[in-house]
Structures are given as structure tokens and as C-alpha cells.
């Protein structure tokens, strides 16, 4: 039974992994090598539990229990004691592969060590690691403490008995569970890349302005941000790379393919909402970009970026990346889209989804557009993804 949790990063989603476990009751250990971060880390739980307490959300007394359950430490063998590890520092593999390796020699041998990880393979992390079967992913979403849904990716050397054990963890600890694949981008930020890459390629193409399809996205589809708003708003540089980590895992897809648009962005110091200017301004004073109101330019829009969507969603299906219900779950949870994909796809019929992708393919004769073969087969067989 895991009751000692310790946490590698005290930056933010390290630090919001802590409060989710100190929360659930766990005894944590937040590890930082530098003080000052350590003390920003306790500063801003602080700040967040106060303002949950001035909102009626929790009282004094659970203030002081979250509180009391979290310890911040500076060397990585205070963390020996732990039951379960989760490490959450810099998207880079070999510093992460160091890491768990020198923890490794600290830990008990039934402890489990996992990476918080939204890109790398948790095959290639735990290489580094004597006793593999021990190493999971398990990927938050930012804010930890809000996001309700949590991919756990157990890597092919993980063993089924520490699958089962942290799905039970992360059921108890109030998240919603989705097991994936240890495939790149795993779940979401697989599926999620026709959202922004299909909507860069419609302005690229002179289709439309990014306000337009921004509206188009949000008004038709519901969606609570566009996708220059949302890319914007995560960091220009940060998506830009998530979508060429992708690409190139896929041994460059063309469905994955950069765009020249975001790199130069990226390039300039265009990276949104932290710099001031990406897609949109942000300065004081900046006029507000209006969208083009055609209403049939916004379907066209809308039509062809929900169809990319779906058929990304099918064909993580169609690999056994996850199931039809982790796969809707985790694009509803995990980045708050209206709908499941799968169920949308069920709702706009199968039918339209072949007609929508095999038109694209059509116009472009681009292997980007090709059509999921669990699409056409479900089209074949007049069958739906949820009955």
C-alpha cells in the first residue's frame, strides 16, 4: 500500500502533484536541488490553499493537514523511504535516465519509480533502472490539482502488478484514469495535434485569419479556447516542440508535420501570452482581432479540423493505443474538449467522417489525410463506436 510519496521538481506541476497526494493523505517529500525553489514550491501552496479557504472550498483544519503532510527536502536520499517516486522535472531523457538511477540505489526494491513525463519513452527511462518492472508513467495535466484526468503508461517492461497498483492509487486519489500505450504522445497530445497543426495549415493555406478559426472552433464546436488562444496560451515554444517530438517518434508522419508558421514564431520570441505577442497581442491597449463572419467559411472550417480530430482519435483505436472509453475520456478530462471524439464521431456519423477525410485526400492527394482503416471498416460494417 503506497503511503510515503516522494516528488522529483518542486516547479509547478511538481508541486501540484504533491498537494494531489498530500491531499488524498499520503505523507510527501517534495526533493529540489536548489533552497529558493523549495521555498517558492511551500510559498505557493500556501498561497493556493489560502485562497481555497477564503472560498469556503476547505477549512483551517484541512489547511493544516495538507500542510502538515508535505516535507521539502535537498539531497535525493531522503527520499529512500518512498513507496512511490514521481518525477517531474525537464523533458530531457538522459538527465532523467541519471536521475532515476541514482535513486534506484536509495529506494527499497518493491518501491515504484515513475515519470510524469508527456513525451519520452518510459521504455527508454527505465532502461536506466536495475529493476525495470518497476518504472510506470504517470502523466498529469497542468493545473494537477484542477485536471481531472491522469494517463498511466506502463512501459513494456513494467510488470502488471504495478499497473494495477497505481491505477488503484491515482482511482484513490479522485482522478480519472486512462491507460495508454507507451506510444509517443501517448493519448492526448497524439490525438490532440490536428487541433493546432489543422488549423495552422487552414491559415497557411490563406483559408482564413486566426481570429476567424479561432470563432469558428469555439462557436461551432464549443470549445472553450481556439487554437492560436490555446497555443498561445501554453507557449509557443513549448507546443512547437511537443509537435516535433511527435513528428520526428513517428519517423516524421506527415500527420504530425511542423508548421513553418509556429517555428518562425517561436524563432522571433513569439511565443504568446508569456511574452506579450503570439498569434494575437497581449500588450495594453492592443485592438482585438474580429473573426470573418461567413457562416459557411466557419463550417468549413470547423467540419475539416473536428474530421482530422476524429480520425486521429480512430486510429489510436485502430493501434490499441487505449480503449474507445480512455481515449474519450482523456481528450473531455485531460484538455477539455466538449465531446469525446469517438462520440462525436458516432453522432456526425461514420459515413460523413469517410466522406469528409476521403474529400481532403481528394483535393490534396496528401498522405496527412488518409483515412483511418477502422473508419472505413466501421463504414463497411454499419457499426458505431459506443452502442
Known amino acids: 500500500m503506497i503511503q510515503k510519496v516522494g516528488i522529483i521538481g518542486s516547479g ?24 529558493e525553489a523549495l521555498d517558492k514550491s511551500k510559498n ?47 523533458e530531457n531523457l538522459d538527465i532523467k535516465q541519471k536521475v532515476f538511477s541514482e535513486l534506484e540505489t536509495y529506494v527499497s526494491d518493491t518501491a515504484i519509480i515513475a515519470s510524469n513525463t508527456s513525451s519520452l519513452s518510459i521504455a527508454s527511462i527505465a532502461s536506466s533502472l536495475k529493476k525495470p518492472e518497476r518504472c510506470i508513467g504517470i502523466h498529469f495535466f497542468n493545473p494537477a490539482p484542477l485536471m481531472k484526468l491522469v494517463e ?26 486512462a491507460v495508454t500505450k507507451d506510444t509517443p504522445g ?22 482564413a485569419d486566426f481570429a476567424t478559426i479561432d470563432a469558428s472552433l469555439k462557436t461551432l464546436g464549443k470549445f472553450r479556447m481556439g487554437p492560436f488562444e490555446l497555443m ?10 511537443v509537435t516535433e517530438t511527435v513528428f520526428k517518434a513517428f519517423y516524421n508522419d506527415p500527420r504530425y508535420k511542423p508548421s513553418f508558421t509556429q517555428k518562425r514564431l517561436s524563432e522571433a520570441g513569439y511565443l504568446g501570452r508569456k511574452t506579450g505577442k503570439g498569434y494575437y497581442e ?5 485592438e482585438k482581432a474580429s473573426p470573418n463572419e461567413d457562416s459557411q467559411l466557419a463550417r468549413q472550417i470547423f467540419d475539416r479540423v473536428l474530421v482530422m480530430l476524429i480520425n486521429e482519435a480512430a486510429d489510436a483505436l485502430f493501434w490499441n493505443i487505449a480503449s474507445a472509453t480512455d481515449i474519450d475520456n482523456a481528450m473531455t478530462k485531460g484538455v477539455n474538449y466538449p465531446k469525446g471524439l469517438l462520440a462525436w464521431a458516432d453522432e456526425k456519423g461514420i459515413d460523413w467522417c469517410v466522406h469528409q477525410l476521403d474529400a481532403l485526400y481528394d483535393e490534396y492527394r496528401e498522405d496527412r489525410y488518409r483515412c483511418s482503416p477502422l473508419l472505413r471498416k466501421m463504414k463497411r460494417e454499419k457499426t458505431t463506436f459506443f452502442n
Open 12 to 35: 509547478t506541476m511538481g508541486s501540484g502533484i504533491a498537494q494531489v497526494a498530500a491531499t488524498a493523505g499520503c505523507s510527501v517529500k517534495v526533493y529540489d536541488t536548489k533552497p
Open 44 to 90: 505557493a501552496l500556501d498561497n493556493i490553499l489560502n485562497r481555497l479557504v477564503t472560498k469556503g472550498r476547505i477549512d483551517e483544519a484541512e489547511k493544516m493537514r495538507i500542510q502538515g503532510n508535505i516535507s521539502y527536502v535537498s539531497t535525493l536520499k531522503d527520499l529512500g523511504d518512498a513507496d512511490l517516486t514521481i518525477e517531474a522535472i525537464i
Open 152 to 177: 498511466v503508461i506502463p512501459a513494456v517492461q513494467t510488470s502488471e502488478e504495478v499497473t494495477s497498483e497505481i491505477v488503484e492509487v491515482i482511482n484513490g486519489w479522485k482522478k480519472v484514469v
Open 186 to 207: 501517448f493519448i492526448v497530445n497524439r490525438v490532440a495535434r490536428p487541433f493546432y497543426g489543422e488549423s495552422l495549415r487552414i491559415y497557411e493555406e490563406g483559408i
Open 232 to 241: 498561445d496560451f501554453i507557449g509557443n515554444d513549448v507546443n512547437y516542440t
Open 282 to 286: 497581449y500588450t495594453d491597449g492592443a
